[in-house]
């Protein structure tokens, strides 16, 4: 298991020397679903990070080896009060053992960001966009909605990448 993993956002120029400069590190290009002029290069060493500006996150748990990390990933951001976030935690929990049998379900992790707002991450690699979608719709991922509605005690956003 990862005990730690990192990223970084920029452009495909500016993060490709660091692919040439750690050749040992798991390192993993990504591109933004939504923007493809926008990539994230993941480090999947569990390492300290190598960034200037790395987001960084402790496992909290994980679920399959992850060394096929990708080729679509989903990740879910959660940042919410103490009383919710134990709610949120024991469904995530849940799910992500759940997830094991889900057609094109590669693997994920529970992660907690270690930024000064500790936000909850839930990070799962699929096979295609379509499989995360039927996922997404299924019943026992409904039990997410509920944190993702934003208000006071709530801040939520979700990303999709490529692998590339």
């Known amino acids: 298991m990862l005990n730690q993993i990192s990223y970084t956002s920029g452009s495909k120029g500016v993060l490709e020397p660091f692919l ?3 050749p040992s590190r798991h390192l993993v290009m990504t591109m933004d679903a939504a923007d493809q002029t926008r990539c994230t290069l993941f480090d999947l060493s569990g390492e300290k990070p190598i960034f200037s500006t790395p987001i960084s ?4 748990q994980q679920n399959g080896l992850l060394t096929n990390f990708g080729p679509f990933i989903h990740l879910e ?4 009060d103490a009383d919710p976030e134990k709610v949120l935690l024991k469904h995530a929990r849940q799910l992500l053992v759940d997830l094991t049998d889900q057609p094109g379900f590669n693997g994920g992790m529970l992660l907690r960001n270690q930024d000064r707002t500790g936000a909850i991450v839930m990070l799962t690699t699929w ?3 379509g499989d995360l979608s039927n996922w997404t719709e299924s019943v026992p991922a409904r039990v997410l909605k509920e ?3 934003p208000g006071p005690q709530n801040t939520f956003y979700h990303q999709d990448y490529f692998v590339f």
């Open 127 to 129: 096979d295609k966009a």
């Open 77 to 80: 951001s959660y940042h919410l």
């Open 147 to 149: 944190f993702q509605a």
């Open 20 to 22: 040439a400069k750690y």
């Open 57 to 60: 996150f402790t496992t909290l």
